[in-house]
């Protein structure tokens, strides 16, 4: 039981249509996080949650929005995709006191722009 | 300014031998945590070891450990005997406090692909 999942893990979508990714957990932690990871870049944050309906800007999130409607939920959504959100998405999931060991991150998601 | 830079692109590694991973990290933090995680082919982020900044002792993981230098603000990953198994890309990442949300978000180095050789 990995505690967080994401969906779909693959996706090709046509340039300019909108597309909805999708975190899911099942450890009631607060604080859920949007990363981008692209070669020489590492992982970029694009957005993060620190509790329902709470949300803010990474230093990516030009032409993402999220939403967190329920503790467990936390979405991404690419309006109008572009051929530079070709990328590897991962959730990540934290809680307060869980020490170093404090961040699981999802499989990821695999979005390809056409 | 990057505040994780990770300078080796690559490196390799003879089998059972160590070898060291360059992590270095700006931040005017007094309270922030370092980290190492290891992502295989198959694309999974694992965790290896953390480093708070109140820390005294370098921390060990089994055969991984960090070599904390404050003053020269680096956090290199030690990996001792080295495995086939170890091959993959390692991720350095800082934790900075967060007055507002009382927590921190993780910033990423860009990643060393550690390839360990028969």
């Known amino acids: 039981d990995a505690g967080i999942t994401q969906s779909p893990r693959h996706k090709v979508t046509e340039t300019g249509t909108p597309v909805t990714l999708r975190c899911h957990q099942t450890?009631?932690?607060?604080?859920m996080y949007w990363y981008r990871q692209d070669p020489g870049h590492g992982l970029r944050l694009i957005h993060y949650s620190y509790g329902v309906k709470d949300t803010d800007k990474g230093e990516v999130s030009d032409g993402y929005s999220v939403s967190r409607s329920k503790t467990e939920d936390f979405l991404l959504t690419l309006e109008s995709a572009t051929s530079s959100q070709t990328s590897v998405y991962f959730c990540a999931i934290s809680e307060v006191g869980q020490g170093g060991r404090g961040y699981t991150f999802g499989s990821g998601t695999r979005l390809t722009v056409v | 300014a990057q505040k994780i830079t990770q300078t080796q692109p690559g490196m390799f590694v003879q089998e059972k031998e160590a070898v060291t991973l360059d992590c270095t990290y700006d931040t005017s933090d007094q309270s922030y945590g370092l980290f190492w995680y290891k992502q295989p082919s198959s694309g999974e982020m694992i965790f290896l070891i953390y480093q708070g900044s109140y820390d005294e002792q370098n921390a060990t993981e089994g055969r991984y450990s960090l070599n904390f230098q404050k003053a020269r603000k680096s956090a290199n990953l030690v990996i001792s005997a080295s495995q086939l198994g170890d091959s993959a890309m390692y991720f350095c990442a800082m934790r900075e406090r967060e007055v507002r949300t009382s927590y921190g978000k993780l910033t990423f180095g860009q990643g060393t692909i550690l390839t360990v050789h028969p």
């Open positions: 450890e009631n932690h607060r604080y």
